[in-house]
């Protein structure tokens, strides 16, 4: 089976943010393509505000990645549950990807380029 994942640098500088505050910046994500579906941008973890995330035990397994552990998102105005995710020990196909977050876009969750 040929692997549907392609990995690359994400071109410019992103952020997420979340209940208004800003959780991370960085010019080093990563842009990760899996099949037809749009493209997610993982973000190295230090450049994430990692006190403002709670590891949670909710967990999902890719048969391509690997299995994903989950963290909520602990904003002042609200919490996001299982809201951003990361691949601890991903699968060699995806291994670009381990020490990097990605995020549910949702209502107060957002990704965007700056």
């Given at each position: 089976m040929s692997n549907p994942i392609t990995i690359r640098p994400a071109e410019g500088t992103w952020v997420v943010r979340a209940g208004g505050a800003v959780l991370g910046e960085s010019s080093g994500a990563l842009e990760l393509t899996?099949?037809?579906?749009?493209?997610?941008?993982?973000?190295?973890?230090?450049?994430?505000?990692?006190?403002?995330?709670?590891?949670?035990?909710?967990?999902?397994t890719c048969p391509h990645k690997g299995e994903a552990s989950y963290f909520s998102i602990m904003s002042k105005s609200r919490s996001y549950t299982n809201a951003a995710w990361s691949y601890e020990d991903p699968k060699p196909e995806a291994a670009a990807i381990k020490g990097h977050l990605a995020f549910y876009v949702q209502d107060g969750v957002m990704v965007e380029q700056v």
């Open positions: 899996e099949g037809d579906r749009p493209f997610v941008i993982y973000f190295p973890r230090g450049d994430i505000a990692m006190a403002l995330l709670d590891a949670s035990d909710h967990r999902t």
